[in-house]
C-alpha cells in the first residue's frame, strides 16, 4: 500500500493500493504534513504541494466569499417561486415609477419658458399615489412565476 496525492484536485489519500492519474505516490511524511494545510489553501509547486503565502489565502478567500454570494443570490433572485425575487421585481418597478415621475418634472422645467408655464407643465404631471400592504402584497403574489 502506497499514499498519493492529487495534483489537480489536491486530495491526498492514504493506504491506498493504486490510484488512477492523475494521483502521484508520495511518501506517509509529506501527506501528513500536506494534510495539516487546509485544504482551500493548498497549492501544487511543480512536484508537491505547499500552503499558499498570506496575499494568496487573501485572495481564495475572496473569491470562496464573492462565489458564496453570487450563489446566494442566485438562489434568491433567479428561482421565479421566490418571495424574494417578486418582492424586489415589485421594489424595482415602483423605483422606476417614481424615477419616470422625477424625470416628467425634470422635463417640465426644461421645457418651461416662464413660472408660468412651469406651473402649468408641473401641475398637468398626475400624482403618485400611495401603496398600501394588501396591493403589496397582490402585487409579490402576480410576480411569483413569472
Known amino acids: 500500500m502506497a499514499d498519493f496525492v492529487n495534483p489537480v484536485d489536491l486530495g491526498i489519500v492514504l493506504s491506498a493500493n493504486d490510484m488512477p492519474a492523475p494521483w502521484v505516490v508520495c511518501t506517509r511524511a509529506q501527506a501528513e504534513s500536506w494534510g495539516a494545510i487546509p485544504t ?11 500552503e499558499m503565502t498570506a496575499g494568496e489565502k487573501t485572495a481564495k478567500d475572496l473569491a470562496l466569499l464573492t462565489a458564496a454570494r453570487d450563489a446566494a ?3 434568491q433572485i433567479d428561482t421565479v417561486e421566490s418571495a424574494m425575487r417578486a418582492f424586489m421585481l415589485t421594489v424595482l418597478d415602483e423605483l422606476n415609477l417614481h424615477a419616470a415621475k422625477h424625470n416628467a418634472i425634470l422635463d417640465a422645467v426644461d421645457a ?32 411569483l412565476g413569472n
Not at 112 to 121: S, Y
Request: proline share 2%.
Open 40 to 50: 482551500k489553501y493548498r497549492k501544487w509547486v511543480t512536484d508537491h504541494i505547499e
Open 112 to 143: 418651461a419658458t416662464n413660472l408660468a408655464d412651469l406651473k402649468t407643465r408641473v401641475g398637468a404631471i398626475a400624482d403618485y399615489p400611495q401603496r398600501t400592504a394588501n396591493q403589496l402584497r397582490t402585487t409579490i403574489r402576480n410576480k
Open 73 to 75: 443570490i442566485a438562489e
